[in-house]
């Protein structure tokens, strides 16, 4: 966890300062993308969302020790007085200026991450070079959500109509040959807005889409880590998600790549058989 715990430093060193994370993940080894994805999962929040709700929780701290609330806006980062006072009521419930008076403060304490040994775990993968491929199917944005059943992904299988279904049929000539879950165009948020990611649910083909009704992400050459996993849904699923992030990732000679998330499932029994598929290249370049 120790480069999580550096970015934290980073972030508690700069909270006035237009924040870039490029030179951190360059100094880790790690490509920004792998940083701030590794951070989302394990935090459970976007890294814009921590340095939000930091900025925010400083800044409360700021007011009650006397600053002006001009002064403590453009301090972190605000274009308007009006655009701080907005973001702060939303975060705090009360206006800067009733905080500056009543001395009320509201905490964001600084996170601190740390590896809980529980014993050892046998965690199943392999790696394998997929060439480009096409992912076809129905797309939606929906909210990042870490556990649970996501309602906006069961509307989105809800809304498949039998023709969407019959087309990803006729296209999916690649395995796993069945419907699969595909993330992508992770948000990192705005100030007053949750972050949302791309879902398509649909087939792996190598064939070119011909439906309107359809929609395609052609996904380049890459090398893949591939996680087998079984038992309870989404549980299972989810917790193999988590140990990826949290175990794998962190003790292995990969870091991830830029491309959809995939994963599917084969139900059919209270144990359902699911895999994920993250793409990753080697930090040994």
């Known amino acids: 966890m120790q480069p999580l715990n550096q970015l934290i430093d980073f972030v508690e060193a700069h909270l006035t300062d237009d924040l870039s ?31 939000r709700q930091r900025r925010l929780a400083v800044a409360n701290g700021d007011l009650v020790n006397g600053q ?20 702060f009521r939303e ?5 800067p200026s009733e905080v500056r008076q009543s001395g009320l403060q509201k905490a964001f304490p ?9 014993g050892g775990i046998p965690m199943n993968f392999k790696i394998e070079q ?27 299988a809800q809304s498949i109509t039998p023709a969407q279904r019959a087309h990803m049929h006729a296209l999916g000539d690649l395995y796993p040959h069945q419907v699969l879950n595909a993330s992508y165009a ?11 990611l791309t879902q398509m649910i649909g087939f792996a083909t190598t064939k070119e889409n011909p439906y309107a009704d359809l ?19 989404p549980q299972q699923l989810q917790e193999t998600w988590g140990r990826i992030y949290s175990e794998w990732l962190p003790a292995s000679d990969y870091e991830l790549v830029e491309a959809p998330e995939i994963s599917f499932s084969q139900f059919g029994s209270a144990d359902v058989a699911s895999e994920i598929w993250i793409a990753v290249t080697s930090k040994k370049k």
Do not use: C
């Open 130 to 156: 997929k060439p480009t491929f096409n992912l076809v199917g129905v797309t939606e944005r929906v909210p990042i959500q870490f556990s649970g059943e996501n309602p906006a992904i069961q509307a989105l």
């Open 68 to 87: 002006s609330v001009t002064t403590v806006a453009f301090k972190y980062g605000y274009q308007s007085v009006e655009g701080f006072s907005r973001a």
């Open 21 to 51: 994370f490029a030179a951190v993940a360059r100094q880790q080894g790690v490509s920004e993308y792998h940083l701030r994805r590794t951070f989302s999962f394990i935090a459970g929040m976007t890294l814009h969302d921590y340095v």
């Open 110 to 118: 600084k996170l601190l991450f740390h590896i809980e040994i529980k």
């Open 215 to 233: 929609n395609q992400v052609t996904v380049p050459s890459h090398t893949w880590a591939i996680f087998p996993n079984k038992g309870p849904f």
């Open 186 to 196: 992770f948000d990192e948020g705005r100030l007053d807005e949750q972050g949302q």
């Open 91 to 95: 975060w705090s419930g009360h206006l």
